[in-house]
Nanobody, 127 residues
Framework: QVQLVESGGGPVLPGGSLRLSCAASGVTVSSVCMAWFRQAPGKEREGVAAMYTGSGYTHYADSVKGRFTISQDNAKNTLYLQMNSLKPEDTAMYYC????????????????????WGQGTQVTVSS
């Protein structure tokens, strides 16, 4: 049984930083496509960042490029999202997700392309 458990969210001032973690069990994070999504109230869930270790693939939404970094610790089987220079518009519930990689490569970073989800961790950026 695959389980993803996020942590690390919380309140933060604009310009601050947070690091989100996603501990995985039942799956090896380096063997699947892993991604972070976020969803603000009244908005659709959007892809923030994705990676696949085997091919060196990474993807970032334009809104977070240069500010967020996705990474993995294979020894801990954990996915991370380092978030710097946070803005109020980054406020959302953040979810990690996984999907087995097809031969064609990781799918587009859309909610419908990933089939295993964590419960989410709330990030609130406010002064």
């Amino acid at each position: 049984q695959v389980q993803l458990v996020e942590s690390g969210g919380g309140p933060v001032l604009p310009g601050g930083s947070l690091r989100l973690s996603c501990a995985a069990s039942g799956v090896t994070v380096s063997s699947v496509c892993m991604a972070w999504f976020r969803q603000a109230p009244g908005k659709e869930r959007e892809g923030v960042a994705a990676m696949y270790t085997g091919s060196g693939y990474t993807h970032y939404a334009d809104s977070v490029k240069g500010r967020f970094t996705i990474s993995q610790d294979n020894a801990k089987n954990t996915l991370y999202l380092q978030m710097n220079s946070l803005k109020p518009e980054d406020t959302a519930m953040y979810y990690c997700a996984a999907v087995f990689r097809p031969s064609s490569g990781c799918p587009p970073v859309r909610a419908g392309s990933y089939n295993t989800w964590g419960q989410g961790t709330q990030v609130t950026v406010s002064s």
